[in-house]
């Protein structure tokens, strides 16, 4: 059964800090590793990995995905009270179907 | 273009009444997918569909059932709710053939209570 596991499960900072959330995944045939930003509503799209070592980067956000570890980590810097949210980090299968396989979120909340 | 739109945003049930949720997408994705979100958990699948007349289980699929007789819509139905079957309910799509994305578009949700 595939299992994406995130941690931690809730983070409190201050604004300006760096946070750095964790993804690990066991999927099979795994194509790639994506990241949701939700706020108390759908889910939205962040970023897609694919390949190891190759960062994306959207402004104060970045993430990377180790292939051989099977890890993928999320980056804010500077953070703001906005992105308090829950980051959903999910795993896509391989085969016809394009599963994604969630794990259970890592609610980030950012204080003033 | 509305993306993926979801009814009804909120429903309370009694124990044993049915119901559908109604998902539609205008984006011509082949793929939708159903999937079910409790309190402090990630989303769970539900059913899936890779195209119009094919349909197939999730991770969580009793008490649920699907059809998907076009390429826009693909309601979810609850045959006889359960107090277990409270929860969020997600609609999404995608079309990863088209572009070779794996991204899946997600519509507003639907709250749905059963007491």
């Known amino acids: 059964e595939d299992k994406v596991v995130q941690s931690p499960l809730s983070l409190v900072v201050h604004e300006g800090d760096t946070v750095t959330l964790n993804c690990s995944y066991e999927v099979t045939n795994f194509r790639s590793l994506l990241w949701y930003k939700q706020e108390k509503k759908a889910p939205t799209f962040l970023f897609m990995l694919?390949?190891?070592?190759i960062e994306k980067k959207s402004g104060r956000l970045s993430s990377i995905l180790d292939k051989k570890e099977l890890f993928s980590i999320l980056n804010i810097t500077a953070t703001q009270t906005g992105d308090s949210a829950v980051y959903l980090c999910a795993g896509n299968s391989g085969g016809s179907n394009y599963k994604l396989t969630f794990g259970k979120g890592t609610l980030l909340t950012v204080n003033p | 273009n509305a993306g993926v739109t979801q009814t009804p945003k909120f429903r309370i049930l009694k124990i044993g009444q049915s119901m559908t949720l109604q998902c539609t997408q205008d984006m011509n994705h082949n793929y939708m997918y159903w999937y079910r979100q409790d309190p402090g958990m990630g989303l769970k699948l539900i059913y899936y569909s890779v195209g119009a007349g094919i349909t197939d289980k999730g991770e969580v699929p009793n008490g649920y059932n699907v059809s998907r007789s076009t390429t826009e819509d693909f309601p979810l139905r609850l045959e006889l709710a359960a107090p277990s079957q409270t929860s969020v309910y997600f609609c999404?799509?995608?079309?990863?053939?088209?572009?070779?994305?794996?991204?899946?578009?997600f519509g507003p949700g639907t709250r749905l209570t059963v007491t």
């Open positions: 694919t390949s190891s070592g």
């Open positions: 999404a799509s995608s079309s990863p053939r088209d572009k070779h994305s794996y991204e899946q578009y």
